[in-house]
């Protein structure tokens, strides 16, 4: 059972271009997290989201970004216009049954780190 | 958020036990204590987690305090790569099930 995969690791952009980056969750989990790591910076959530729902996207910036989890194939983050301050490293998790009474632990895949220059 | 706090850093010496606390005095009854780490350059690994009682599994033991307000993560014995960020967390439901995380500890493991 592979774990959380994300593609690609490293992605360079231009200001302006387009990043998409991929999210396949672990076999089972429909459950999908996106959080994003800035330079010498603790983890912020950004996303949760379900199979073809968006649950809570509190954590996302109001303009440029958005996520989907389509039915099928991977969980999408995609960040329009990049500017410098979008580099950061952006984790995906993914878990079984995250409410309680006891909720199952979150799996992290390796992340894509996104250079803008 | 319902905040913890962690110290900044600590270091160990390589095969011995390392305790790691944390701090949650605003914890209610129903939040969940978790603890993630974060490797060099890696997403974050599931450690363990504990309601009330202490628990223990392969990585690592979780001690609870009786009021629950504090709580210490141990590694048994600490090895090169236990080298992390460790952080503890309270998850609970009004959040959404997302985790909040903070800026954790900093472990140094010396061989």
């Known amino acids: 059972n592979a774990g959380v995969m994300q593609n690609p690791r490293h992605l360079v952009r231009r200001r302006g271009q387009e990043a998409r980056l991929r999210c396949s969750p672990m076999?089972?989990?429909?459950?999908v997290y996106w959080y994003r790591q800035l330079p010498e910076e603790g983890l912020k959530f950004m996303v949760y989201?379900?199979?073809?729902?968006?649950?809570?996207e509190s954590g996302m910036p109001k303009e440029r970004f958005s996520a989907e989890f389509p039915k099928e194939g991977p969980s999408i983050l995609r960040i329009q216009q990049v500017v410098r301050g979008d580099s950061a490293a952006y984790f995906c998790?993914?878990?079984?049954?995250?409410?309680?009474?006891?909720?199952?632990?979150?799996?992290f895949g390796q992340g894509t780190r996104l250079t803008v220059v | 958020d319902a905040k913890t706090t962690q110290p900044n850093s600590m270091e160990s010496n390589e095969e011995e036990p390392v305790h790691l606390p944390c701090n949650h005095s605003?914890?209610?009854?129903?939040?969940?204590i978790h603890w993630y780490r974060q490797l060099p350059s890696q997403g974050p690994e599931y450690v363990i987690h504990?309601?009330?009682s202490n628990v223990n599994n392969r990585m690592a033991s979780l001690a609870i305090a009786e009021d629950r307000k504090s709580s210490t993560l141990i590694l048994h014995r600490a090895t090169l790569r236990d080298a992390a960020v460790y952080y503890c967390?309270?998850?609970?439901?009004?959040?959404?099930?997302?985790?909040?995380f903070g800026a954790g500890t900093i472990l140094r493991v010396k061989s």
């Open positions: 967390i309270l998850y609970r439901m009004e959040y959404g099930n997302k985790l909040v």
């Open positions: 605003t914890i209610s009854g129903t939040d969940y």
């Open positions: 076999k089972g989990h429909s459950h």
């Open positions: 504990g309601l009330t």
């Open positions: 998790a993914s878990s079984q049954r995250p409410g309680q009474p006891n909720p199952t632990e979150a799996f």
């Open positions: 989201l379900q199979k073809e729902n968006i649950i809570d």
